[in-house]
């Protein structure tokens, strides 16, 4: 099955084509990051505008790259949620019209079921279940036990911020450009990560939630202290990316200690993070349970992913396009009237 997938729910412009949920033929992103920095973070309104001129081009730039055409595809599959609404509209509203004008089924996926199997584009190895995945990403965090394409349990989420809102706010105390995750892991390469010891938080014994305000505040203070003058900036984010780090694998033992997985999954925009893929990889091997990681661009906001979850999903994720709306906070689980209407 071959799929053009359109992906515009944040600030990516991104559409791709991919056969059977594994092979990329094609895999186009337009990254808005110069028309955000200057105000050192996503401005919704420009990101969707940015989309409507970007978009159209970004479709036809995938099937010229993979040397196909319309009457090639087999279906659409667009992000429906969650996202920036104004931004999930305009692509939303693409697919509808060419799922209609091309007679083509139309598939509206969740964002974050698209990150969850984006290591296995482009992979032999399947997943098994179940499978733990790590989610985060800029307004995501949580940890999920995932027992199908479509069986999800969100078994630990973040109390406050994501990791990647926390990476980019801290990045900006620095004086890092945006986006900052990606800049301070640049800054940390060359830092102490044993300069600071900042907190770990360590929720009630047993939760699996996160949280990140302590540690953003603690990094915030430090920034703001008369000691940060004589710390190499170097130092505060290589301390502050290893608190990050222990908070994540932290509570990936937690959940392999509670319930027995198959395997893990590290996705989301922070997965892009070296030391932190490096950290899991180790940690992978002391616990005996198989790590898949996404390669950098399949880790970051992507529309092969989006093709690929709605081919692993299939009719319960089949939309109508004259009635399909996006929605910013479009659920996360089935319910068990969808699952059991799509059994089998
Ligand atoms: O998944 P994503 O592309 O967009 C969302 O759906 O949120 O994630 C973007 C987030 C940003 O917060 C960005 O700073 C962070 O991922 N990020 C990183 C790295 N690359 C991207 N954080 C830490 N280290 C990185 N190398
Ligand atoms: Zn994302």
Not at 106 to 115: I, K, P, T, W
Not at 319 to 328: F, H, R, S, V, Y
Request: glycine residues 8%; neutral net charge.
């Amino acid at each position: 099955m071959l799929l053009l997938g359109i992906e515009t729910s944040c600030d990516d412009t991104a559409t791709a084509l991919v056969a059977d949920a594994k092979r990329v033929l094609a895999n186009i992103s337009t990254n808005q990051d110069a028309f955000h920095a200057r105000y050192g973070g996503i401005v919704p309104e420009i990101a969707s505008r940015r989309h409507l001129d970007l978009l159209s081009a970004a479709i036809e730039h995938a099937l010229r790259e993979a040397k196909l055409g319309f009457v090639d595809l087999d279906g659409i599959a667009v992000t429906a949620g969650p996202g920036l609404i104004g931004s999930l509209l305009v692509g939303v509203a693409s697919a509808k019209a060419l799922a209609y004008a091309r007679r083509l089924p139309l598939y509206a996926v969740n964002h974050l079921h698209g990150h969850i199997f984006a290591p296995f584009l482009e992979n032999d190895a399947e997943p098994s279940y179940p499978l733990l995945a790590l989610l985060v990403s800029g307004g995501h965090s949580q940890l999920v036990r995932v027992a199908s394409p479509t069986r999800f349990t969100i078994i630990g989420r973040t109390r406050d911020d994501a990791a990647g809102e926390a990476f980019d706010k801290t990045a900006r105390l620095l004086g890092l450009p945006f986006p900052g995750g990606p800049a301070l892991e640049q800054l940390a390469r060359t830092g102490n990560p044993k300069a600071i010891p900042f907190p770990r938080h360590r929720a009630d014994h047993g939760s699996l939630d996160l949280s990140f305000s302590g540690l953003k505040t603690a990094a915030r203070r430090f920034i703001e202290s008369p000691q940060a003058a004589t710390t190499l900036p170097a130092d505060i984010a290589a301390s502050f990316q290893a608190a990050v780090i222990d908070v994540l694998l932290n509570r990936l033992t937690r959940a392999v200690e509670q319930s027995e997985y198959r395997c893990v999954v590290l996705s989301g925009g922070v997965a892009a993070n070296g030391p932190l893929q490096a950290a899991l990889q180790n940690w992978s091997q002391r616990h005996q349970i198989p790590v898949h990681i996404p390669p950098r661009r399949f880790c970051t906001d992507n529309a092969a992913m989006i093709a690929a979850i709605a081919d692993r999903q299939g009719s319960i994720v089949r939309a109508d396009p004259l009635t399909l709306t996006a929605n910013p906070q479009l659920p996360f689980t089935f319910s068990e009237e969808q699952l059991l209407a799509h059994a089998g």
